[in-house]
T-cell receptor, first 116, second 110 residues
Framework: DGGITQSPKYLFRKEGQNVTLSCEQN?????MYWYRQDPGQGLRLIYY???????QKGDIAEGYSVSREKKESFPLTVTSAQKNPTAFYLC???????????????FGPGTRLTVL | EDQVTQSPEALRLQEGESSSLNCSYT??????LFWYRQDPGKGPEFLFT???AGEEKEKERLKATLTKKESFLHITAPKPEDSATYLC???????????FGTGTRLKVLA
């Protein structure tokens, strides 16, 4: 079955630690996205990538980093510079056609990150 | 500034009591409007895409409509299993960024 997987489902981080969240898709989608979801707020875009080896900052990129070395994978690192990282993190992908994608996004199951 | 607003924030319905959720948007140019369902602790599940004013899509008890300023998600004779948060998102012309509303939390009581 095609889809998006995220791991781990739950992640605990100590102060000062960097942690990496995994996102893999087998939908053959070009575009991948990372969002953060906090209670009472909409999904906020952290980073997105339209093609391998290229990515752009979203609205709240500070304290996060990404890489896109393979089409199927888009890992997110939450660095110690992110002061309030406790949140639900969602990865998504979509078909990207030409200069702008106008297709729906498909989401993974999410990773809940908690800072201890 | 591009913006998406959903209302109401929360809605409680009795089983069988039809209603509508609203998604209003102000964008420079609409490329697509998307509806998702999200269950607690899970990723959003895609429901519908609407591209132009006047377009309608249906799936079981759900029907999505689109005007130049807003979209409605109509729920006909809802069941308890329709309880979830419903998210609306727009994609504006010339961008790769989807803008999400804060969602409507729907609770259907048996």
């Amino acid at each position: 079955d095609g889809g998006i997987t995220q791991s781990p489902k739950y992640l605990f981080r100590k102060e000062g630690q960097n942690v990496t969240l995994s996102c893999e898709q087998n939908l053959n989608h070009d575009a991948m996205y990372w969002y953060r979801q906090d209670p009472g707020q909409g999904l906020r875009l952290i980073y997105y990538s339209q093609i391998v080896n290229d990515f752009q900052k979203g609205d709240i990129a500070e304290g996060y980093s990404v890489s896109r070395e393979k089409k199927e994978s888009f890992p997110l690192t939450v660095t110690s510079a992110q002061k309030n990282p406790t949140a639900f993190y969602l990865c998504a992908s979509s078909i990207s056609r030409g200069r702008a994608s106008y297709n729906e996004q498909f989401f993974g199951p999410g990773t809940r990150l908690t800072v201890l | 500034e591009d913006q998406v607003t959903q209302s109401p924030e929360a809605l409680r319905l009795q089983e069988g009591e039809s209603s509508s959720l609203n998604c209003s948007y102000t964008v420079s140019g609409l490329r697509g409007l998307f509806w998702y369902r999200q269950d607690p602790g899970k990723g959003p599940e895609f429901l519908f895409t609407l591209y132009s004013a006047g377009e309608e899509k249906e799936k079981e008890r759900l029907k999505a409509t689109l005007t130049k300023k807003e979209s409605f998600l109509h729920i006909t004779a809802p069941k308890p299993e329709d309880s979830a948060t419903y998210l609306c998102a727009v994609l504006t012309s010339g961008t790769y960024k989807y803008i999400f509303g804060t969602g409507t939390r729907l609770k259907v009581l048996a």
